[in-house]
């Protein structure tokens, strides 16, 4: 049994400052300070983060063989290490324990074998199911998006204007619209497959210009629970906000829509 994880050091020092926008300094849970490093049953090896409100994870290029295999590390540790590595290189990422992993790795020639301390990885939140899907986005989209959530409010008081609004109310044109009350901004001509509008919060991650910088790009919803009134004795219920992601290149991004 093939129970190690190899990483190219290049894919890495691609993959951690997309995944540093998600992961904070000061967080409580440990947990959230930590990247998933997986592969999934087809060999399929991806690095994920989360804040608990959204995950990013990046795709590694080449399938690797072996069975399905999670380990979670630090990301302040693998960002260390690669720093110290030729872009050339790899990491091996071996389960040691419970509380444990081995690292292993190459530095001008010389073999490097690491223990350190890590987290089980059924600490890491479950990752949100999107089950509807995907539809393609036009060329231009991820540029409106960036430019509407630098025009967004920060104001807590005023949530629904924190983020870019997905605009399909009118038939023939759809937007991408933002504003923090004082300034607007709108981009048309987009068409976008969805029911309702849409708003996308804004996140470090998504003004990162790497992310949605390559084509094609798509985007799926899938929707909350819908408010419902007081009926025939049952009492009201509150709606849920739905989840949408966002896919470009080798990155996938899902985040809670902001409700309302």
Known sequence: MNQEIIIPVQELKTALPGLSKIVGKSRTLPVLQSVRVSRDAEGKVSLMATDLDAFAAYTVKEPQSGPALEILLPLDQLTKTAKSMKAEGTITLIPDGKDKVKLWYSIAGNQVRQSVN????????????????????????????????????????????????????????????????????????FCFDLKKPVVIPDSKFL??????????????????????????????????????????????????????
Request: with cysteine; net charge negative.
């Open 118 to 189: 890590a987290l089980p990885p059924n600490e890491f939140p479950p990752v949100p199911k999107i089950n509807q899907p995907s539809m393609p986005l036009e060329p231009g989209f991820g540029l409106a998006l960036r430019q509407a959530l630098q025009c967004c409010s920060e104001d807590t008081t005023r949530a629904i204007l924190k983020g870019a609004c997905l605009d399909v109310r009118e038939s023939r044109l759809h937007y991408v619209v933002a504003s923090n009350g004082r300034c607007l901004f709108s981009a048309n001509s």
């Open 207 to 260: 003004e990162w210009p790497d992310f949605m910088d390559e084509e094609p790009s798509s985007l799926s919803m899938e929707p909350g629970e819908e408010a419902e009134p007081a009926k025939l004795g049952k009492p009201a219920k509150e709606g849920t906000a739905g989840w949408v992601k966002l896919e470009s290149g080798r990155w996938t991004f899902i985040t809670k829509e902001i409700y309302g």
